[in-house]
């Protein structure tokens, strides 16, 4: 079946500096990728969604320079946390949607669980 | 706007018990509704669906049945296994009025714990 591979799982890093999380789809194409992010006990909220060959639509509130996405090739999404700071921690989840126009087959990354300190 | 409430967590049952997870939602109209399922280090797997009013989904045991009038999808097992320990978000897709959305929208999570 359809695999989304999410690297790194975890990380830590210093304030100030910056982490690219990636995303890869492994045997089909993504054109489209929506990032999410996870506060504890909270949803999973959706930050943007990433077009392969045009610029990532965010969703309100989300600071485009803070998180910077690219959506480089058809099987490659990558979020960037910019400067990061420790209200930046959070757990990162990329999501493929459907490819066979079935809209429910939605394919997830298994996370990133980023620490600022 | 469109949300979902789940109960919170964590759950714990012993083996071979019934279990329960409650949702609602808001939304208008009749939105697509979802259970996924997050075992420890690996992504997000649908569970189970429903995409209209009396609808029943089921996968692996789990049940959950879309009620339009309590705006409820609760997740019911009758008997649990270590094995389904995980967590479980429900989730929905909000009715499309002629333009395209497949945009998940997802309650908090519910941690169940599983023991022998």
């Known amino acids: 079946g359809a695999v989304v591979s999410q690297h790194p799982s975890w990380v830590i890093c210093k304030s100030g500096t910056s982490v690219k999380i990636e995303c890869r789809s492994l045997?089909?194409?993504?054109?489209?990728m929506f990032w999410y992010r996870q506060f504890p006990k909270q949803s999973l909220m959706l930050m943007a969604t990433?077009?392969?060959?045009?610029?990532?639509?965010?969703e309100q509130g989300v600071e485009k320079d803070k998180f910077l996405i690219n959506h480089a090739s058809l099987t490659l999404s990558t979020l960037t946390v910019t400067s990061a700071h420790p209200e930046d921690s959070s757990f990162y989840i990329c999501?493929?949607?459907?490819?066979?126009?079935?809209?429910?087959?939605?394919?997830f990354g298994s996370g990133t669980r980023l620490t600022v300190v | 706007g469109n949300s979902v409430t789940q109960m919170e967590g964590p759950v714990t049952l012993s083996e071979e018990a019934f279990l329960t997870i409650n949702c609602t939602y808001t939304a208008t109209g009749y939105p697509s509704l979802f259970w996924y399922v997050q075992y420890p280090g690996e992504g997000l797997q649908l569970l189970l669906k429903?995409?209209?009013?009396?609808d029943k989904g089921s996968n692996k045991g789990f049940e959950a049945t879309y009620r339009k009038e309590t705006t409820s999808f609760h997740l019911e097992k009758g008997s649990v296994q270590v094995s389904d320990s995980a967590v479980y978000f429900c989730a929905l897709i909000p009715e499309s009025y002629g333009g395209a959305t497949n945009k998940l929208i997802f309650g908090t999570g519910t941690l169940l714990a599983v023991q022998p």
């Open positions: 045997d089909f194409q993504a054109t489209t």
């Open positions: 990433s077009n392969e060959g045009s610029k990532a639509t965010y």
């Open positions: 999501s493929a949607p459907p490819f066979q126009g079935n809209n429910y087959g939605y394919t």
């Open positions: 429903a995409t209209k009013a009396d």
